[in-house]
Each structure stands twice: as C-alpha cells, then as structure tokens.
C-alpha cells in the first residue's frame, strides 16, 4: 500500500514558489569535544548509524499521472547520505556575522524535490574552536512540535553516543506510474471524497491555487471578523524576493521567569512583550509613526496533537492571532495587555483551525518550530503581519559526537509579503532568537535583533 502525503502536507508542495521556499531548520553551535574530534567525518558516520530513525529523510516525493490523487513517499533507491550532509567553512574572523551570512544564503535555496528533502552542512571555522550545524527540511515532511527529525536522531543526552540497532535497510522498490494510478483509483474507491479534494488541490499555477482557495474560507474568515480587525500594513508586509538575510538574539530563560513571577501571565506571554517592545523601537528607528492605537498583528502556532499522536509524523496546528500593543509605551501594560489577550483566546477557544488554514493558505507548524506558509494573492498580509513561533526545549545540555551544543537557533519560513519570520527556542537555560528575514526588505535585521535583547531588559528592570 502506498504511504500518500496528507493533504495539509503536500500543500506546501502546491504552494512553494522561489521566494517562498517551504523548508524549516535550526543552527546548532557547539564546543569542541574533549578527546577525539567532532569532524564531517563523524558526522556522516552518525547520521548514517541512526538514519532508520527517520525512515522518511530516506524517502522521495513521486507524483501522481495527472494528479488523481496525492503524491506519495518512496524509497530513493539511490539514497546517498554523503550527498544530503555537506561541508562549509566561515572566513576568518568565523563570528556571528560570518555565521548569520552562510545560513541566509543556504535558506535561500530550495531543496532538490528529486532526493529526499533534506539537507545538513558541517561548519568549521567557528571562532574559539567551535563547530556549528545548519539543517534544512522541508515542511511536507515533519511538523517538529512533535516528531522526530534529524537533529533529534544527531543529539544524545550524555557525551557518550548512544548505541543504534544496526540496519539493514533495502529500498523498496519504486511504483511505476501505472501503479500509482491504480492506486489511486483503489483510494477512490475506497475514499471518493478525500480523492476528490486531491484532485482538486493538484494545482500547479498561483492562479488556480488563489481560486481554490478562495472558495474555502468562510470559517476562517468568520473568525477574523469577530476576533479582530484585519491586519494594517507595516514595513513587514512587501514584495519578497528569493534571498534570506538571517539574525539572532540571545536572553536568558531565568529573566522571562523572574517577569512573569512578578506580573503574571506566562513565558509566553513575557516572550510576545519583548518582541512587541522590540517591534515599537524598530518601528520608531525607521521613522514610522506609532501611536498608542497602533498595533503589529502575529500569528502564534499551537500545537494541537493529542497525547496519543505524539511522535507522529505530520503536520497539526491550530494558531493564535495576537495583537501586539506596539504603541503602548510601557512595557509592564504591554505585557498585561497581551496576557489578557491570551488568557481569552485560550477561554474561548479562539485559534485558527489547522485544517482551516491550509485549505487557506498552506499554512501549518514548524519543524522545530516554524509556522511557516503563506496566504495565496496576498491574503496573509491582510489577516497578519508577522509569525512569532516558541518552541520549548530540553533543559539540560545535548551533545553530537560527544560535542556539547551550547546554544540553538531556528529557522522560520517565510509566509508571502512576509518581510520576517520570528522563532525562538529555549535550551539548556537560555532562550535563542532565529530570525528569517528578506534579505532586501530588512536591511537592518541586526538592529532589530539586538532591541529584542533590550526590550528583555527593559522588562526585567521592572523586577529589581
């Protein structure tokens, strides 16, 4: 029986374009290993050990003859690990500017739908002897709220590497297209509703996609008629082109505690406050006009897996669409504003469907974080303006290699007219900003970055 994408999934096939490439990652920087070297070498070696882990990061995408159903997943009988992880080096000094410059020129690649969709660089050059690992995965195949991926299979939890079960893996054999299209009639058969909406959704221009679309709206649109005003455009809502500029941000969990502690709410609230007093200085150093009434609208992905599907590969996301005061000038009513804000959405069970938003827009959550996506003719500029996506993590040190990871940073695809996609991850005892953004549209990333920091602060200055 054919393993066939889900249709949240294969949207982000339909929908991907050149400037809106539908991949997730994360940069994870460690410190060299005491004893034998953490190299490229070791890493292949790795990842080639526990690969089975991840059936699907040796699988490929084969259509369907004229789209009458889904594409499905296959064996690449030609799977060579050596191709998916590559080899980079920063230039000296191998800063964080070095850094934050080969990771937007990576993302700005799209992955090679021919070969399973993934790819893994080792990077050397680092200052001080450090190590960093770039990944890239694209959406259609894991949601990273609860599956498992290849950084995950990379990490262990001691300095010594756990042991794998070998494998002895043999490729399927693949379907001819004959197959498939039997296949897919059987399904029809069986299911000729679900094969009706895959024929439907097998659209292959913007036009096509932009009138399907169109027709599927009604819940969502309800919801944003009573939930909300649609979004005001921003410097975050323009044209984008195909290169990425990528930014990053380091704080500390304890600091988001003591906040919260103090006035209430949740991290995530505390989180949505810094980033909403960092969009108000940035705002105000481009000579925007900010008033009290001006607000910055970000769409919050939740998880909505039940217990019983963790682990499953997919994805299943429902979102929050948030307000952000960023015309209020003190932070402590910003964060009280946005912790009411929450605390009712959370009451009324007012999120976007997961379902709802990909018949939309293709929308869906990250892998390792992302919320990824993008509204068909420039809807999402009109029902958001900017993605903030909170991925907790583990608390205590990982290790690759016996290489200890000392901080993380993912990576959030860009929606259409999205200028920049905000995601953090908090590890180990810090809580670490990746943000994707045009590299055209935000010339000024760095700043930005550098006021989620400072608006962290402002914040905790109210504590002591």
């Known amino acids: 029986m054919t393993d066939r994408l889900a249709p949240m999934d294969v949207s982000f096939l339909y929908l991907e374009e050149p400037t809106t490439p539908m991949h997730v990652g994360g940069v994870a920087v460690f410190r060299p290993p005491v004893g034998e070297p953490f190299d490229y070498d070791k890493l292949v070696s790795i990842i ?57 020129r990576l993302m700005s690649r799209r992955l090679d739908r021919t070969r399973p969709l993934w790819e893994m660089y080792f990077v050397e050059g680092l200052s001080d002897g450090r190590l960093a690992v770039i990944t890239k995965s694209h959406h259609a195949m894991v949601d990273g709220i609860s599956s498992v991926d290849i950084s995950q299979v990379l990490l262990d939890v001691t300095p010594e590497p756990r042991e794998v079960p070998a494998d002895d893996w043999e490729p399927d054999p693949e379907p001819s297209p004959i197959e498939l299209v039997v296949e897919a009639i059987s399904d029809f058969i069986r299911q000729p509703t679900e094969v009706i909406d895959a024929i439907r959704s097998g659209v292959n221009d913007a036009a096509a996609t932009g009138l399907k679309l169109a027709t599927q709206v009604s819940g969502l649109v309800a919801y944003v008629r009573t939930a909300a005003r649609p979004a005001s455009g921003t410097p975050l809502n323009v044209d984008i082109g195909e290169q990425r500029r990528f930014g990053m ?45 001006t607000v910055i609208r970000a769409m919050v992905p939740v998880s909505v897996r039940a217990p019983a599907e963790q682990g499953a590969l997919g994805n299943k996301v429902s979102s929050y669409l948030v307000d952000l005061p960023v015309g209020e000038e003190d932070a402590v009513e910003r964060l009280r504003q946005i912790s009411a804000k929450m605390k009712t959405h959370k009451e009324a069970g007012q999120s976007v469907g997961a379902d709802a938003l990909v018949r939309l827009s293709g929308f869906a959550p990250p892998t390792l974080h992302s919320m990824g996506a993008r509204a068909a003719s420039g809807l999402s500029k009109r029902l958001f303006n900017v993605v903030v996506t909170n991925v907790p993590g583990p608390q205590f040190p990982l290790y690759a290699g016996g290489a200890p990871m000392i901080e993380v940073f993912p990576v959030v695809p860009l929606a259409k007219n999205q200028a920049v996609s905000i995601g953090l991850t908090s590890y180990n005892g810090g809580v670490y900003y990746g943000l994707n953004a045009d590299r055209d549209a935000m010339t000024d990333l760095d700043a930005l970055c550098q006021l989620i920091e400072e608006s962290l602060a402002e914040l905790v200055e109210t504590v002591s």
């Open 249 to 293: 941000a380091r704080t500390e969990l304890d600091d988001y505690k003591r906040v919260r502690k103090m006035h209430g709410g949740t991290v995530n609230d505390v989180v949505l406050a810094t980033v909403s007093g960092a969009l108000r200085n940035w705002l105000m150093t481009r000579g925007e006009p900010v008033n009290g009434s």
């Open 48 to 104: 080639e050990a526990r690969i089975s882990l991840v059936p699907r990061y040796r699988q490929k995408i084969k259509w369907v003859p004229g789209h009458l159903a889904s594409p499905v997943w296959v064996d690449d009988n030609t799977f060579d690990v050596g191709f998916h992880i590559r080899r980079s080096a920063l230039p000296k000094p191998g800063g964080d500017d070095q850094l934050r410059e080969l990771v937007g």
